[in-house]
């Protein structure tokens, strides 16, 4: 049952992986593009997007290999870092949708990926 929960962090993740890599590109990155910022600016910003894309995929690739193959104890460490990064990251979106009061919703697909993997890593309750 506990993998369950990893698994289904894992396939969210991909799918937001996947969103990410398609919906930003055409709501987010070409409006960037075709801004008036300056061409260091659409640099930096376009690379920064991507860089979030690779370890988006990257961190589904992670989570999906302990979902669904022979884990070692070495990986699921690497899961709690990526539950805990995931969790952190999704305060700097509430923080900004309260400041700036717009809809940055993004901690909604981070924050319950974190807390599926944590779920998914806990260890089973024995009764007594």
Do not use: C
């Not at 799918?15 to 593009?33: D, F, K």
């Not at 807390?115 to 007594?128: C, D, E, H, R």
């Amino acid at each position: 049952m506990k993998r369950l929960y990893i698994k289904i962090a894992g396939i969210i993740n991909l799918l937001g992986a996947i969103l990410h890599t398609i919906g930003g590109q055409m709501e987010l990155v070409n409006p960037l593009l075709d801004s008036n910022i300056s061409i260091q600016q659409k640099s930096e910003l376009t690379g920064a997007w991507h860089i979030v894309t690779i370890l988006l995929f990257m961190t589904s690739y992670i989570i999906l290999k302990v979902g669904f193959l022979k884990d070692s104890s070495q990986e699921k460490e690497q899961l709690k870092s990526i539950a805990f990064l995931y969790i952190l990251s999704g305060i700097p979106f509430i923080i900004t949708s309260y400041i700036y009061n717009v809809n940055a919703f993004q901690w909604i697909l981070l924050m319950p990926i974190g807390i599926l993997v944590f779920k998914g890593l806990q260890k089973p309750s024995t009764n007594k």
